[in-house]
């Protein structure tokens, strides 16, 4: 899967370029890059945003700096490069990234993914060079990179060879294996620590009771709104 991501900030993407899981997903066919509005602007000085009509505050992201950098990167008129590619503008208004979205982004070839910053983007960048719009949450980061890795990260989880145990993401929260559901509770050794003992079916070697355990506390964190403490 190839993934390019547009950003003021490329710099902000080689720590989580260098996680071992992100390395181990580039030798699984994985191929991040990071492309800099500045390096393609047409303006003076490396301008890429300016500010908002209307008024208000920050500063908005302009659509001339996206069209030149998209052009620069792929050769053609971005408005049919959404045709050809998902290109997915983050912003905190977007269609809400969920288990089903990252799935639908992991089965794409390659995807192109927009940071925004400040005040965003000039909406007619969403509206013309983007096929989707999207948000990791309802609450406004300062730029798009955090949320973009985030894409990354939940996509690279599903390309097959990735995580190393070919079971992993199968069973993982919110996956059809579960239902849809929350994972079940893990628990590794001490067996029993200040008191607090691990269920006895996970110490029973009972492979069948211990996935009828499993999904019924998957089911029980799914439908009681998730983990629920003491
Ligand atoms: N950019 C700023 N805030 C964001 C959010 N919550 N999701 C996606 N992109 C964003």
């Not at 066919?29 to 602007?41: F, I, K």
């Not at 985030?150 to 070919?166: E, N, Y």
């Not at 006895?200 to 069948?208: F, N, P, Q």
Request: net charge negative; hydrophobic share 35%; charged share 25%.
């Amino acid at each position: 899967m190839d993934v390019d991501v547009f950003t003021l900030f490329p710099d902000a993407f080689d720590w989580f370029a260098g996680q071992r899981h992100v390395r181990n997903a580039a030798g699984q066919g994985l191929r991040l890059e990071c492309v800099s509005y500045r390096d393609n602007t047409p303006l003076s000085g490396g301008q890429v945003d300016d500010t908002p009509f209307g008024g208000g505050a920050g500063m908005v992201l302009r659509v001339d700096v996206m069209d030149a950098a998209l052009k620069d990167v792929y050769g053609i008129d971005p408005v049919d490069l959404r045709i050809r590619r998902r290109v997915l503008a983050l912003t905190p208004g977007g269609r809400m990234l969920d288990d089903r979205f990252v799935d639908e982004l992991a089965a794409e070839p390659a995807i192109t993914l927009l940071c925004g910053r400040y005040e965003g983007f000039d909406e007619r960048i969403v509206q013309h060079f983007a096929s989707d719009a999207v948000s990791i949450g309802r609450y406004v980061l300062s730029g798009g990179e955090l949320a973009a890795m985030v894409v990354c990260d939940a996509g690279l989880r599903k390309l097959p060879g990735s995580l190393g145990h070919g079971d992993s993401a199968m069973e993982e929260s919110f996956s059809a294996a579960l239902g849809g559901d929350p994972e079940y509770p893990h628990y590794t050794r001490p067996a029993e620590y200040r008191g607090w003992r691990v269920p006895d079916v996970l110490l029973s070697g009972h492979h069948e009771e211990i996935r009828t355990w499993r999904r019924a506390r998957s089911r029980e964190r799914g439908s009681g709104g998730g983990t629920s403490l003491p």
